[in-house]
């Protein structure tokens, strides 16, 4: 547990999402929490108001004034890491960006931590030199990964020799009147690290990253067991896109649009439908409980008609015999790459600081009785990429008719939610009550440490003697 003298402290606290977890794991605040993005403090003080908040840059923040004497308890790193993802491609690097981790160090010498954490994307691992490939260009150099990542380790740990060729840019991140030769003697930290996924520990995501947990305190560095887990696993099932998306929302048609959808967004709608509907061995069924407000007809493009999907399609099938019945599936389109999406019975893919780039297709079926024309079934894609705009499907062991297709992208409160922020946190206006553009509400979320993974490896390295205790009893 955390002493009642000891204080928790956020760099890069962005939104909040480490803040968050910290809080659900021990009941109480982080004492302090930084970041240089007055938008992310705001969001990061309305939802965590007895925090104190430092909106500056993490170098402009001195750890001894900071703490005032006080001892910390924590203190939790998340550096930038787009200067590190495979994303970047091979788009230059900010070398300066890069070297942020080293803030870690200065806060493990300055007021030494008993508990420091640290996340970042897997690729934190091959941290080494840049070189300069034109002038002020930087990429990381090949033959030299992770030799900065072992400098950094060996600071934190046992000692880095003297000679060792990352000094040169740990003393211009951290400044002349650091005190290095705490760093030649090693800071005596117990350091182990791993690769967690988000969607483990019952968040719907399956967003995977590196965490690092380093001790001075003489006690054992813990990992969390996984709580949820595929079929059969024995654990709680995986939360879903399904588990997140407002099903209340409309999707607005692929059709008729007076800005027609992207070539290649139109395929990946195709390619989707194709997979995770025609071709799905179960296709992902809209619940029933759900509200789906409304069906589009676009057989008639003159006199295009709008209907509730709770009601019977009497004109658009009028010669159907028999009776009527309505069916939406549903799957998720990423805009990313080759990447086409996934099912909406699966976790969400990782969201990143954009945001805009994970959606919801909905295809609208109804029941086919074999008295109007459909296409074949291997002809799927003609009711996507040609002006027809019927398909046939077989679903559950019954054939529908597929009317329309609809999709959006999802909204700030449900990528929120599929990072597993908690349902009443504050996203949609800032602290003075100002309405945000959900191009600020997602710029939170993407780069947001999902709090149920913070909560999980907290509680597991703090909350120790409480579960004890909790055993004992």
């Not at 060996?154 to 000692?159: D, P």
């Not at 690092?212 to 024995?234: C, F, K, Y």
């Not at 179960?282 to 008609?305: G, L, M, W, Y």
């Amino acid at each position: 547990m955390i002493n009642k003298n000891e204080i928790i402290v956020d760099n890069f606290a962005g939104g909040g999402g480490a803040s968050t977890g910290i809080e659900m794991a021990l009941g109480r605040s982080v004492d302090i929490a930084i970041n240089h993005d007055p938008d992310a403090i705001d969001m990061h003080r309305l939802n965590h108001p007895d925090t104190k908040h430092y909106c500056e840059s993490v170098w402009d923040v001195d750890p001894v004034e900071a703490c005032a004497g006080r001892p910390v308890g924590l203190a939790w790193f998340s550096p930038d890491c787009k200067h590190f993802s495979k994303a970047k491609g091979n788009r230059p690097v900010d070398k300066n960006i890069r070297g942020l981790a080293w803030v870690a160090v200065r806060w493990a010498a300055l007021v030494k931590p008993r508990m420091l954490m640290l996340e970042n994307v897997e690729e934190f691992l091959t941290w080494g030199p840049v070189v300069e490939v034109s002038p002020g260009k930087f990429k990381p150099c090949p033959a030299r990964k992770g030799e900065t990542f072992e400098a950094f380790i060996k600071a934190l740990s046992t000692g880095l020799d003297v000679n060792h060729p990352a000094w040169e840019e740990i003393k211009t991140a951290l400044g002349d009147s650091f005190p290095y030769e705490q760093l030649v003697k090693g800071l005596g930290y117990n350091i182990e690290w791993n690769v967690l996924r988000a969607c483990d520990y019952g968040a719907p995501t399956i967003r995977k990253r590196f965490f690092l947990v380093a001790r001075n305190d003489s006690e054992e560095i813990q990992w969390p067991m996984p709580t949820h887990g595929e079929q059969g696993s024995g654990l709680l099932p995986y939360k879903t896109a399904a588990d997140i998306i407002d099903w209340s929302i409309p999707v607005k048609s692929i059709f008729g649009r007076k800005r027609p959808l992207a070539k290649n967004t139109m395929k990946r709608i195709a390619k989707g439908l194709e997979k995770f509907v025609f071709n799905a061995e179960k296709a992902f069924v809209v619940p029933d409980q759900c509200s789906i407000p409304f069906i589009t007809e676009h057989a008639n493009a003159s006199s295009q008609r709008n209907m509730p999907i709770d009601e019977p399609l009497r004109t658009i099938c009028a010669s159907v015999k028999g009776g009527h019945f309505a069916l939406v599936t549903s799957h998720i389109i990423k805009m990313r790459g080759t990447n086409i999406g996934h099912g909406t019975n699966e976790p969400v893919h990782t969201i990143s600081a954009g945001g805009f780039h994970i959606g919801e297709v909905r295809a609208f079926l109804i029941q086919y009785y074999g008295t109007s024309t459909g296409h074949e079934l291997d002809r799927p894609l003609g009711t996507v990429t040609t002006k027809d705009r019927f398909g046939l499907v077989t679903i559950k062991g019954e054939q529908y008719q597929i009317v329309d297709i609809g999709m959006r992208m999802l909204e700030p409160h449900e990528l929120f939610a599929a990072q597993s922020f908690p349902d009443d946190y504050l996203i949609a206006h800032d602290s003075s009550g100002k309405k945000l553009s959900k191009q600020k509400q997602v710029a939170r979320c993407g780069n947001a440490v999902p709090p149920l993974v913070a909560k999980a490896l907290v509680e597991a390295n703090l909350n120790m003697n409480l579960v004890a205790e909790q055993v004992a009893a």
